[in-house]
Nanobody, 117 residues
Framework: QVQLVESGGGLVQAGGSLRLSCAASGSIFSINFINWYRQAPGKQRELVAVITRIGITNYVDSVKGRFTISRDNAKNMVYLQMNSLKPEDTAVYYC???????????WGQGTQVTVSS
């Protein structure tokens, strides 16, 4: 089992910044990459960013140049630095870890990000 706990969400004005954290624990040896998803009210969950075990990253076009995903393997932490936030970034942000051995999907409880205009 893998446990994921997000933190760092909150209310921020447009143009501001937030840093989300995802703490991973448990049987993480078969977790090769971590994703950040978000889900806005009335919308489908959207993949925002991904980082592999060796630090390769990718982003959805709408956040490129504004968001940065990073990880600290020694601490089993993944971060999402969000700059130049826009009202359309408002969503619940989730940390996700697919297990490459069991194919099970692990999710955190989510953290709310609200960007006011």
């Amino acid at each position: 089992q893998v446990q994921l706990v997000e933190s760092g969400g909150g209310l921020v004005q447009a143009g501001g910044s937030l840093r989300l954290s995802c703490a991973a624990s448990g049987s993480i040896f078969s977790i090769n990459f971590i994703n950040w998803y978000r889900q806005a009210p009335g919308k489908q969950r959207e993949l925002v960013a991904v980082i592999t075990r060796i630090g390769i990253t990718n982003y959805v076009d709408s956040v490129k140049g504004r968001f940065t995903i990073s990880r600290d393997n020694a601490k089993n932490m993944v971060y999402l630095q969000m700059n130049s936030l826009k009202p359309e970034d408002t969503a619940v942000y989730y940390c996700n870890a697919p297990d490459t051995v069991t194919h099970k999907q692990y999710w955190g409880q989510g953290t709310q990000v609200t960007v006011s205009s």
